[in-house]
T-cell receptor, first 113, second 113 residues
Framework: GENVEQHPSTLSVQEGDSAVIKCTYS??????FPWYKQELGKGPQLIID?????GEKKDQRIAVTLNKTAKHFSLHITETQPEDSAVYFC????????????FGTGTRLTIIP | NAGVTQTPKFRVLKTGQSMTLLCAQD?????MYWYRQDPGMGLRLIHY???????AKGEVPDGYNVSRLKKQNFLLGLESAAPSQTSVYFC????????????FGDGTRLSIL
């Protein structure tokens, strides 16, 4: 089955600097890759997603890149702000045969003022 | 518009007790999901439903049952709680497919003593 590895597990970044979180997946049939942000005491919230027919997608300070050959995708946050502090989860969806969404284990991002 | 609402928010049970977690959504979504979140393990799918009256097993269904009698509600039951079921439980919904942004509730923190 699909295996999604997420790195790093914790990341501390100075306010204003950039943060990068990387995920690798094992199933080449996966074709949808969302990123979720989870604040303390809240449920995860989608911040950006990408499908396998696109290499990069950007939304203001957040961008996601996808390398299908290497089977990895990354979340990039630029000009980080204190409100970016949260746990971030990647996920990969396999739609061939049994649909299955597999989540990574999460990255705790701390923005240092 | 509340989105996805989970009740209760916290609960402590003794081993062997039973309980039901309630999830309600007001977005007229067809698909609903129950996940558990454990430290270092990301989100794992317990059961899901693709419409009123339907249920299906996810990745970790053992020890849980679900029902979807009304489109807006998805119930998760523990018949005989075990300490291994101590976790944070999240409900989510999507309009009509797994490959769509998931709308999560804020979770139920369940402790089994």
């Amino acid at each position: 089955g699909e295996n999604v590895e997420q790195h790093p597990s914790t990341l501390s970044v100075q306010e204003g600097d950039s943060a990068v979180i990387k995920c690798t997946y094992s199933d080449s049939a996966s074709n949808y890759f969302p990123w979720y942000k989870q604040e303390l005491g809240k449920g995860p919230q989608l911040i950006i997603d990408i499908r396998s027919n696109v290499g990069e997608k950007k939304d203001q300070r957040i961008a996601v890149t996808l390398n299908k050959t290497a089977k990895h995708f990354s979340l990039h946050i630029t000009e980080t702000q204190p409100e970016d502090s949260a746990v971030y989860f990647c996920a990969a969806l396999r739609t061939f045969g049994n649909e299955k969404l597999t989540f990574g284990t999460g990255t705790r991002l701390t923005i240092i003022p | 518009n509340a989105g996805v609402t989970q009740t209760p928010k916290f609960r402590v049970l003794k081993t062997g007790q039973s309980m039901t977690l309630l999830c309600a959504q007001d977005m007229n979504h067809e698909y609903m999901y129950w996940y558990r979140q454990d430290p270092g393990m990301g989100l794992r799918l317990i059961h899901y439903s693709v419409g009123e009256g339907t249920t299906a097993k996810g990745e970790v269904p053992d020890g849980y049952n679900v029902s979807r009698l009304k489109k807006q509600n998805f119930l998760l039951g523990l018949e005989s709680a075990a300490p291994s079921q101590t976790s944070v439980y999240f409900c989510a919904s999507t309009p009509d497919g797994i490959g769509q942004p998931q709308h999560f509730g804020d979770g139920t923190r369940l402790s089994i003593l």
